[in-house]
């Protein structure tokens, strides 16, 4: 199992970029399908963006709130996970979490392992 590491949150203006990094720990991060989530005070946390990997390529998801300004990728080579967010919005500050699942990558239910998350905040 791997253990995760945000990193990366900060406060932006409206219309900044931020690129958050989720470091993985452990040999299996390649059998992993990688999602961001975000969890705003008195809301639900909420799936954001994921990405799965296999030897025959790499697909994305993205809640519509997000398309077009966040990017998911992933380096295998460095265990590592990107989110890089562009022309955020107030709208956009919250708790971001890293989370892994082996199951559907956009079924909240089935990421089994978390980091701690970090915040990110845009001022408008």
């Known amino acids: 199992q791997v253990q995760l590491v945000e990193s990366g949150g900060g406060l932006v203006q409206a219309g900044g970029s931020l690129r958050l990094s989720c470091a993985a720990v452990g040999r299996t991060f390649n059998t992993y399908n990688m999602g961001w989530f975000r969890h705003a005070p008195g809301q639900a946390r909420v799936f954001v963006a994921g990405?799965?990997?296999?030897?025959?390529?790499?697909?994305?998801w993205y809640v519509d709130s997000v398309k077009g300004r966040f990017t998911i990728s992933r380096d295998n080579a460095k265990n590592t996970v990107y989110l890089q967010m562009k022309s955020l919005k107030p709208e956009d500050t919250a708790e971001y979490y890293c989370?892994?699942?082996?199951?559907?990558?956009?079924?909240?239910?089935?990421?089994?392992?978390w980091g701690q998350g970090t915040q990110v905040t845009v001022s408008s």
């Open positions: 989370a892994a699942t082996r199951g559907v990558v956009s079924e909240h239910s089935t990421y089994d392992v």
């Open positions: 990405i799965s990997w296999s030897w025959s390529g790499i697909s994305t």
